[in-house]
T-cell receptor, first 114, second 114 residues
Framework: DAGITQSPRHKVTETGTPVTLRCHQT?????MYWYRQDPGHGLRLIHY???????DKGEVSDGYSVSRSKTEDFLLTLESATSSQTSVYFC?????????????FGEGSRLTVL | DQQVKQNSPSLSVQEGRISILNCDYT??????FLWYKKYPAEGPTFLIS?????DKNEDGRFTVFLNKSAKHLSLHIVPSQPGDSAVYFC?????????????FGTGTRLTIIP
């Protein structure tokens, strides 16, 4: 298994509060991603990073920000959580030198915004 | 705009028979295609991939077929086993164009009936 740890694994919070999800990898892969999974939508890319301090927006980035100060850590922040951000969040990593562009996923963080 | 489409939300197959999962895409720049399998409360795991220079790739019980002219790919599982019951996601990227990001379909829930 790829060394990817997401924390917290479960969180319940109230509308308007800030939330930070953490992804930590031990594989030294350059690329990291945050996806959310929702019924009927599959996995949608929120933000991604191609290196330290190099981040960019995905298809559903509104209301989210990210930071990557070290290769191994990629943080996803909801500045003011809304009920529409209730979801399961997955972190993923990849090595651009790989043959297939395969992403390795963490186990997910389930966020409930009341 | 859904660039990767899985039009069957669910599929039930008898154990031992063939399971065929389908995926369509619209972006002509996609050149790598992957299938992921997901069990409840776990992250997606990579199953099999194919590049656009091939039309078939096999790995044990799993075969992926790519029809570039139709922008269609399919995953065949034979024989189907109870452990294959999961949600399957099709994904695509434009690696040859420097785009490592994976775009996912909405998933197909496969149920293998004993």
């Amino acid at each position: 298994d790829a060394g990817i740890t997401q924390s917290p694994r479960h969180k319940v919070t109230e509308t308007g509060t800030p939330v930070t999800l953490r992804c930590h990898q031990t594989e030294n892969h350059r690329y990291m991603y945050w996806y959310r999974q929702d019924p009927g939508h599959g996995l949608r890319l929120i933000h991604y990073s191609y290196g330290v301090k190099d981040t960019d927006k995905g298809e559903v980035s509104d209301g989210y920000s990210v930071s990557r100060s070290k290769t191994e850590d990629f943080l996803l922040t909801l500045e003011s959580a809304t009920s529409s951000q209730t979801s399961v969040y997955f972190c993923a990593i990849s090595d651009p030198r790989g043959d297939t562009g395969e992403l390795f996923f963490g186990e997910g963080s389930r966020l409930t915004v009341l | 705009d859904q660039q990767v489409k899985q039009n069957s939300p669910s599929l039930s197959v008898q154990e031992g028979r063939i399971s065929i999962l389908n995926c369509d895409y619209t972006n002509s720049m996609f050149d790598y295609f992957l299938w992921y399998k997901k069990y409840p409360a776990e992250g997606p795991t990579f199953l099999i991939s194919i590049s656009s220079i091939k039309d078939k790739n096999e790995d044990g019980r799993f075969t992926v077929f790519l029809n570039k002219s139709a922008k269609h790919l399919s995953l065949h599982i034979v024989p189907s086993q109870p452990g294959d019951s999961a949600v399957y996601f099709c994904a695509a990227s434009a690696r040859g164009f420097g785009n490592e990001k994976l775009t996912f379909g909405t998933g197909t829930r496969l149920t293998i009936i004993p």
